[in-house]
T-cell receptor
Framework: IAGITQAPTSQILAAGRRMTLRCTQD?????MYWYRQDLGLGLRLIHY???????GKGEVPDGYSVSRANTDDFPLTLASAVPSQTSVYFC????????????FGQGTRLTVV | GQNIDQPTEMTATEGAIVQINCTYQ??????LFWYQQHAGEAPTFLSY??LDGLEEKGRFSSFLSRSKGYSYLLLKELQMKDSASYLC??????????WGAGTKLIIKP
């Protein structure tokens, strides 16, 4: 089934550790996004990529990095996790830049202790 | 600044109609989305409006007024499975989505 897959689905991480959240899509979408969702707040964009080989910073990029080596994969790395990065992380993709329906992965629930 | 406002929570009765409002302020505008998100799940697309007017899709309809910076989602013949959060998102001049915090809809029998 075509779609977007995230791994892991949940993780408890010690503060200061490095962690990479994986995201893979098989819809050949050009644009991909990483959001975090916190209680009472809307989805906040961390980083995005409009096409393979390019990335951009969203609203809350500090402490996170991304890469887009190919169309399908868009990993998100926390270099040194802090408790404020405890959140639910969603990866999403769309055909084009900001346009059209965005498809979301099932989310990664990350707890930094 | 950019801002999306929608009510935090609404309650409605099974079989009834409910309207969820959304107002937006963005630098430029390239369309408005509504998504549904059940607890513990990912958001799923419901509707997209870029022109003024009403878009109907089964039990769900979405309305947009660009001059007023206003949209609403109308849900008819409510079912228990409609209990979810409804997210409003506007696309700004850079084609980035600006998201509201979501409206939690509680359906009572």
């Amino acid at each position: 089934i075509a779609g977007i897959t995230q791994a892991p689905t949940s993780q408890i991480l010690a503060a200061g550790r490095r962690m990479t959240l994986r995201c893979t899509q098989d819809m050949r979408h050009n644009a991909m996004y990483w959001y975090r969702q916190d209680l009472g707040l809307g989805l906040r964009l961390i980083h995005y990529s409009n096409t393979a080989g390019t990335t951009g910073k969203g609203e809350v990029p500090d402490g996170y990095s991304v890469s887009r080596a190919n169309t399908d994969d868009f990993p998100l790395t926390l270099a040194s996790a802090v408790p404020s990065q405890t959140s639910v992380y969603f990866c999403a993709s769309s055909e084009g830049q900001g346009g059209g329906e965005a498809f979301f992965g099932q989310g990664t629930r990350l707890t930094v202790v | 600044g950019q801002n999306i406002d929608q009510p935090t929570e609404m309650t409605a009765t099974e079989g009834a109609i409910v309207q969820i409002n959304c107002t937006y302020q963005t630098s430029g505008f390239n369309g408005l989305f509504w998504y549904q998100q059940h607890a513990g799940e990912a958001p799923t697309f419901l509707s997209y409006n870029v022109l003024d007017g009403l878009e109907e899709k089964g039990r769900f309809s979405s309305f947009l007024s660009r001059s007023k910076g206003y949209s609403y989602l109308l849900l008819k013949e409510l079912q228990m499975k409609d209990s979810a959060s409804y997210l409003c998102a506007a696309t700004d001049s850079n084609y980035q989505l600006i998201w509201g915090a979501g409206t939690k809809l509680i359906i009572k029998p």
